[in-house]
């Protein structure tokens, strides 16, 4: 009797363990998504400062990553203009360029289910008067559950930036959010 009693209910804490392995292995996959693939931007809208507006000739925009333990590649292709950077993870920074020529260091880091890009160009210091702090470009990568849909949060955040600067570079804060769709794993 006392036999039949304990194998159902070895047989129970061993599926119990079994589902609590799988629960936890599946977080951590979730935490160590991997972006690498070809991604092109959906037609139709992105939101930006909180309204919808049409994507008009953004529609040819793809990204191609390629993503290993230690850095991200993202070649960028938006009107016809290609730009390749690699972004450094761990904390280490990195040279990039802008699609427009304008160097600059970048870096990465996964944090909980985002990718976290940041890349700070070198700007003029002084305009019209006023003294600018290098503005941090800042975006957040977040995959859905399937990998398909990328979803992309960009801004531009001007640190330290006080008093001294115009209000209109300040407004440049509100996030634009944009959805690529995978066209091609790796």
């Known amino acids: 009797m006392t036999k039949r009693i304990l194998q159902p209910f070895g047989a129970r804490v061993g599926c119990v ?3 609590v392995a799988c629960t936890v292995a599946t977080g951590l996959a979730a935490d160590n998504a991997n972006y690498s693939g070809r991604y092109s931007l959906q037609s139709g809208t992105y939101t930006f400062q909180g ?3 049409a994507s008009g000739s953004d529609t040819d925009s793809t990204l191609e990553v ?14 016809g203009k290609t730009t390749t950077n690699r972004y450094p993870l761990k904390g280490l920074e ?3 360029t802008t699609p427009t020529g304008v160097a600059g260091k970048c870096k990465a880091q ?5 990718l976290e890009l940041e890349s700070i160009v070198a700007v003029h210091p002084k305009v019209n008067g006023y003294t600018f ?8 990568w977040q995959l859905s559950a399937e990998s398909k849909t990328l979803t992309v949060k960009s801004w531009v955040d ?3 930036a006080g008093g001294d600067a115009p209000s209109v570079l ?10 690529y769709k995978r066209i091609e794993s790796p």
């Open 17 to 19: 363990a079994f589902v």
């Open 51 to 53: 309204r919808k507006t």
């Open 66 to 79: 390629v993503q290993n333990a230690d850095s991200i590649e993202i070649t960028r292709v938006e009107k």
């Open 94 to 96: 990195g040279d990039c």
């Open 110 to 114: 996964v944090k909980n289910k985002y």
């Open 133 to 140: 702090v290098p503005p941090r470009f800042k975006e957040r």
């Open 158 to 160: 001007f640190p330290n």
């Open 170 to 179: 300040l407004g440049a804060h509100d996030p634009r959010t944009q959805k």
